[in-house]
């Protein structure tokens, strides 16, 4: 996968996703994310069946943060990928 990257970018992609997902673990960050999606939620569940605008914009606020969350878990994906790789050079 990174048979082509230089030392300094594996290190970066390392340490960026390390830094993610300190923020995904992060307490204060998690409660936003769930006060999030539970308002969206409550406003779809609460909106009258014929407000069809109302509620396409709360799904598509609901997919836009689990679409923020599915990229922030790629970006800690490869920063892993990225040290097993520099861990990897490191015992050619």
Known sequence: MFRYKDEAELFALARRGRRIQEILEDEDFRLVVENLM??????????????????????????????????????VDVGEAAQKEIERRANE
């Open 38 to 75: 539970r308002e969206y939620h409550s406003q779809w569940e609460g909106s009258p069946t014929m407000a069809s605008d109302v509620r396409e914009q709360c799904y598509l606020q609901l997919r836009a943060v689990q679409e923020l969350l599915r990229a922030l878990r790629r970006t």
